[in-house]
Nanobody
Framework: QVQLVESGGDLVQAGGSLRLSCTAS????????MGWYRQAPGKQRELVAH???????NYADSVKGRFTISRDNAKNTVYLQMNSLKPEDTAVYYC??????????????WGQGTQVTVSS
């Protein structure tokens, strides 16, 4: 009932930057937390960054100081600015959001993923 659409993944050289976007649509009453996760081949999905509706953020240690998560509540959109990219950042990046529908039922949704590839 809530769709998340990501964009911005690409092939980039090490040291480069990318900006990912994720927009939620559907019968949404409110969105609480939004986050970015990633999954590299042969590895488990891991949290990259997380932001609450109030703007509180937390990051994986591996991306602190390089990645910045932000959101536009009016647009139901979350962003991930990724700087100083490293080959180990290569993964499929997934957007996640949780909140309440207009029916007051809770929801939790995942996007389809966007590929980020960092070449050395």
């Amino acid at each position: 009932q809530v769709q998340l659409v990501e964009s911005g993944g690409d092939l980039v050289q090490a040291g480069g930057s990318l900006r990912l976007s994720c927009t939620a649509s559907g019968r949404i009453r409110s969105i609480n937390a939004m986050g970015w996760y990633r999954q590299a081949p042969g590895k488990q999905r891991e949290l990259v960054a997380h932001i609450t509706s109030g703007g509180n953020t937390n990051y994986a240690d591996s991306v602190k100081g390089r990645f910045t998560i932000s959101r536009d509540n009016a647009k139901n959109t979350v962003y991930l600015q990724m700087n100083s990219l490293k080959p180990e950042d290569t993964a499929v990046y997934y957007c996640n959001a949780g909140g309440f529908l207009s029916s007051f039922l809770p929801f939790g949704s995942w996007g389809q993923g966007t590929q980020v590839t960092v070449s050395s």
